[in-house]
């Protein structure tokens, strides 16, 4: 999640004999920005590291934890049906079936099994923006069973808001408080004043019209946005339309997204591609080199040092 350019701020505002302890996980998805910090000083061996590896009983109960180390090993996850299970599969012959599916697993399936909001609980994580089981085409379908768009509705930006929407702030303003990333439901439209209101876990924001490219609906997101966040109930459509995004690192994270519920929904074959292909394209950074060069020296002076 931390890029280089935060990480410089980050470290600049500490003070002199502060010190500073890393907690992530270095097999998810790299942060959106330039870098790959947390990996870089992992990698350099110039600070202490320390793994967590053990699964203990309670988590090894829950298929969403052991399939998740599954796919981190570049293993097939445990598919098999389960009735009293947390993660499951479900096949799609094509994206058109897939939407379907999805569709009927976000509206029905799931609130009526799990006893759970189909907007504020369930989120559904796609490897990309787009394509027909893309982020921006869900959207659009899930829009239309979970909360129709009715008389009261304001269109900008490519996008129909309602009250009631899910909706998602795409970039950090610092004066309304809200950030990149923020999930919030549309409580109401004032279309004479030209203003929609957002509540954001119980906190109102106004939003006039012309400041609404800030938002987007977020009944689907990506993978990449959801990075950071937990969700109650997460569906993840994988299809082969999604080809150049299909990495293990990628549904990894989208996993470990889900609390209580984790459904793939697509085609065996896509997720087959994501778990035993290679991992991400390098990222290349001079971190990792820097700190591996300073932490030589270091060695260094310590060895003229003791002589």
Same mark, same amino acid.
């Given at each position: 999640?931390?890029?280089?350019?935060?990480? $410089?701020?980050?470290?600049?505002?500490?003070?002199?004999?502060?010190?500073?302890?890393?907690?992530?996980?270095?097999?998810?998805?790299?942060?959106?920005?330039?870098?790959?910090?947390?990996?870089?000083?992992?990698?350099?061996?110039?600070?202490? !590291?320390?793994?967590?590896?053990? !699964?203990?009983?309670?988590?090894?109960?829950?298929?969403?934890?052991?399939?998740?180390?599954?796919?981190?090993?570049?293993?097939?996850?445990?598919?098999?049906?389960?009735?009293?299970?947390?993660?499951?599969?479900?096949?799609?012959?094509?994206?058109?079936?897939?939407?379907?599916?999805?569709?009927?697993? !976000?509206?029905?399936?799931?609130?009526? $099994?799990?006893?759970?909001?189909?907007?504020?609980?369930?989120?559904?994580?796609?490897?990309?923006?787009?394509?027909?089981?893309?982020?921006?085409?869900?959207?659009?379908?899930?829009?239309?069973?979970?909360?129709?768009?009715?008389?009261?509705?304001?269109?900008?930006?490519?996008?129909?808001?309602?009250?009631?929407?899910?909706?998602?702030?795409?970039?950090?303003?610092?004066?309304?408080?809200?950030?990149?990333?923020?999930?919030?439901?549309?409580?109401?439209?004032?279309?004479?004043?030209?203003?929609?209101?957002?509540?954001?876990?119980?906190?109102? !924001?106004?939003?006039?019209?012309?400041?609404?490219?800030?938002?987007?609906?977020?009944?689907?997101?990506?993978?990449?946005?959801?990075?950071?966040?937990?969700?109650?109930?997460?569906?993840?459509?994988?299809?082969?339309?999604?080809?150049?995004?299909?990495?293990?690192?990628?549904?990894?994270?989208?996993?470990?997204?889900?609390?209580?519920?984790?459904?793939?929904?697509?085609?065996?074959?896509?997720?087959?591609?994501?778990?035993?292909?290679?991992?991400?394209?390098?990222?290349?950074?001079?971190?990792?080199?820097?700190?591996?060069?300073?932490?030589?020296?270091?060695?260094?002076?310590?060895?003229?040092?003791?002589?």
């Amino acid at each position: 999640m931390v890029d280089v350019p935060l990480m $410089r701020s980050l470290l600049r505002a500490l003070p002199g004999r502060a010190a500073l302890l890393l907690v992530g996980d270095v097999d998810q998805l790299p942060s959106v920005g330039p870098g790959q910090v947390l990996a870089d000083i992992i990698a350099s061996g110039a600070v202490p !590291v320390v793994r967590l590896t053990e !699964v203990f009983r309670q988590a090894a109960e829950s298929r969403i934890i052991t399939n998740a180390h599954r796919i981190n090993q570049g293993l097939m996850p445990d598919l098999a049906a389960s009735d009293a299970g947390d993660f499951y599969f479900v096949d799609a012959a094509d994206p058109e079936d897939g939407v379907r599916k999805v569709l009927a697993i !976000v509206h029905e399936r799931i609130p009526k $099994r799990w006893r759970v909001d189909p907007i504020r609980d369930i989120q559904v994580l796609c490897p990309m923006n787009r394509g027909g089981l893309g982020a921006r085409s869900l959207n659009i379908e899930l829009q239309k069973v979970l909360n129709p768009p009715g008389e009261v509705r304001v269109e900008r930006f490519g996008w129909t808001f309602c009250p009631g929407d899910k909706v998602m702030q795409v970039e950090n303003d610092y004066d309304k408080e809200v950030y990149n990333g923020d999930l919030g439901v549309v409580s109401r439209i004032a279309v004479e004043e030209g203003e929609i209101i957002v509540d954001f876990e119980g906190r109102e !924001v106004l939003y006039g019209l012309g400041e609404l490219d800030e938002l987007v609906l977020a009944y689907a997101t990506t993978i990449h946005k959801s990075q950071g966040s937990e969700y109650p109930a997460v569906v993840i459509p994988l299809a082969m339309q999604h080809y150049m995004m299909l990495q293990r690192n990628l549904v990894y994270t989208g996993v470990t997204r889900g609390k209580r519920l984790v459904v793939l929904v697509g085609e065996r074959k896509a997720l087959a591609v994501a778990v035993k292909g290679a991992q991400t394209t390098r990222r290349w950074s001079k971190l990792g080199e820097w700190l591996d060069g300073e932490h030589s020296k270091s060695l260094h002076r310590r060895q003229m040092s003791s002589m």
